[in-house]
Nanobody, 122 residues
């Protein structure tokens, strides 16, 4: 049973943009929060953006605030991450996940996708 599927990753140059999508199954719709995380080789998984699926409140990590935007099309079971002004340090595997409250703490998320790779070259 596939629950979360990310797409939209790829390779871009510094300063470029990408838009990630995460389609989730109907059984995920009751989750109060959807979040985006990333993990680079040898580094811990980092929470970067989250959205309250009820009121649309958002929460960003300092490292991406002002450059990344999380949004949702709840009718289509989709959450997006628009990434602007990408930097080499943004290179990582990006994951979406579901949680019961608005947070960027990875251990609070109970359902994860398989990830989509983002590579930013200088």
């Amino acid at each position: 049973q596939v629950q979360l599927v990310e797409s939209g990753g790829g390779s871009v140059q510094t300063g470029g943009s990408l838009r990630l999508s995460c389609v989730f199954s109907d059984n995920i719709r009751s989750s109060a929060c959807m979040g985006w995380f990333r993990q680079a080789p040898g580094k811990e998984r980092e929470g970067i953006a989250a959205i309250d699926t009820g009121d649309g409140s958002t929460y960003y990590a300092y490292s991406v605030k002002g450059r990344f935007t999380i949004s949702q099309d709840y009718a289509k079971n989709t959450v997006f991450l628009q990434m602007m002004d990408l930097k080499p340090e943004d290179s990582a595997m990006y994951y979406c996940a579901a949680a019961e409250w608005l947070t960027l703490l990875a251990h609070e998320y109970n359902t994860w996708g398989q990830g989509t790779q983002v590579t930013v070259s200088s």
